[in-house]
């Protein structure tokens, strides 16, 4: 048993490492008639210095080929059970669409975090009551894959959605003032 276990952790180290390099992030565009457009421009500059943009709720990035959105980001109370150990349940709502020719995972653990405004980064927690769905599974070729995302933090100016690939350098973030936060 012990053997079997030291091997699947050594092909699954394996398959990570090999996984690892950059990831290609630009902000998605409706029509793409832009990207057409000025496809050697963007190289260019890309190879000069990696752009950063500002993302905001309702904006979508291509992520290594998967567009996610991120569709809204709330305040949630709780329930009986679930108080928040910081000062409030910050939820975030998003879709990830597979527009690649293989199947995609997504983990709200391992892609997600917000920050607040000083930068104290925080991961997803448990919130039982007030979330729809779980942003993780995997999403086959041309599916698409809707959760929501809890998140115990302390009140702050705002907040930024950090998604990243944790094998691959690039990152995409959305800005959230605490007055879009809906309740």
């Known amino acids: 048993m012990k053997k079997l276990i030291g091997l699947s952790f050594a092909v699954l180290l394996t398959f ?19 990207e057409e457009a000025g496809e050697n421009k ?5 190879k000069e210095k990696p752009e950063t943009q ?11 080929g998967i567009k996610i959105t991120l569709n809204e980001a709330r305040i949630e109370s709780g329930g009986e059970f679930d108080q928040p150990q910081e000062e409030q349940f910050v939820v975030v709502n998003l879709t990830a669409e597979n527009n690649t020719d293989k ?3 997504m983990s709200s653990i391992m892609n997600v975090e917000l920050k607040d405004a000083e930068g ?7 919130l039982t009551e007030g979330t ?10 041309g599916g698409k894959l809707k959760g929501e995302i809890p998140f115990d933090v302390p009140k702050s100016g705002n ?9 691959k350098s690039g990152k995409a973030i959305w800005k959230i003032p605490s007055d879009q936060l809906s309740q």
């Open 132 to 141: 729809k769905g779980q942003f993780d599974g995997s999403i086959e070729p």
């Open 54 to 64: 500002e993302l905001a709720i309702g904006d979508t990035v291509e992520f290594d």
């Open 103 to 105: 199947e995609q995972v």
């Open 16 to 34: 990570m490492l090999a996984a690892c390099g950059e990831a290609e992030v630009k902000k998605a565009d409706a029509d793409n008639k832009a």
């Open 120 to 126: 104290y980064s925080y991961s997803t927690t448990i």
């Open 42 to 46: 963007a190289e260019k500059k890309s």
């Open 159 to 167: 907040y930024e959605l950090h998604f990243s690939d944790p094998f």
